[in-house]
């Protein structure tokens, strides 16, 4: 079944909020259990708001949200405007079908083609040995590990910080000559 990539809208929060509460899912992330719909849908208006940097996409197959990617400022400074940092999760069922790979291609591009990012960040769990790997394939390195990183099902666990840097930066187009 053909996955279908979009930009993520404030109806999708019911959605949005059940494949994040899936208790295979949100141990991977750094949710917490029992996620509202109301808390996604405030979210999802805020990020989504006119003028906002947040980029959120969802990756749907048969007209379901299989799963979803953001793509967030790296902070307030305008020192580290060419950073941002990703999240994505995808539903417990569909995982390993291709659903992770479409949602980094995505947002990969956007980074490179359209905001011009030099600097892409994430922070992925030191057991979660899939999403290492998919990060991997798309040109992201291991830049350190934090120790004692996130409380999870009652115990401390490490997290590896990885980072990904534009592959060609974009430069100055050939223009014709000025007449």
Not at 37 to 56: N, Q
Not at 81 to 100: F, K, P
Not at 117 to 136: C, G, H, K, P, W
Not at 167 to 175: D, G, K, N, S
Request: aromatic share 6%.
């Amino acid at each position: 079944m053909t996955i279908t990539i979009r930009r993520a809208r404030v109806d999708d929060a019911a959605a949005l909020a059940r494949l994040m509460g899936h208790p295979s899912v949100y141990p991977g992330l750094m949710q917490m259990p029992y996620p509202n719909e109301e808390a996604h849908r405030a979210h999802l208006t805020e990020s989504l708001a006119p003028g906002k940097p947040d980029i959120l996409l969802v990756a749907e197959r048969g007209g379901e949200i299989v799963g979803s990617s953001g793509m967030h400022p790296g902070g307030p400074s305008p020192r580290r405007r060419h950073v941002m940092h990703l999240g994505i999760s995808v539903r417990a069922d569909a995982q390993g079908q291709g659903v992770g790979s479409a949602l980094m291609q995505a947002m990969c591009d956007i980074a490179d083609r359209w905001i011009g990012l030099l600097r892409l960040e994430l922070s992925v769990y030191v057991d979660n040995e899939r999403a290492i790997a998919l990060y991997r394939r798309f040109g992201f390195e291991i830049e350190g590990r934090a120790r004692g990183y996130v409380l999870r099902d009652g115990a401390y666990i490490d997290a590896f910080l990885m980072a990904r840097i534009h592959p060609a930066p974009p430069t100055l187009a050939a223009q014709p000559p000025t007449p």
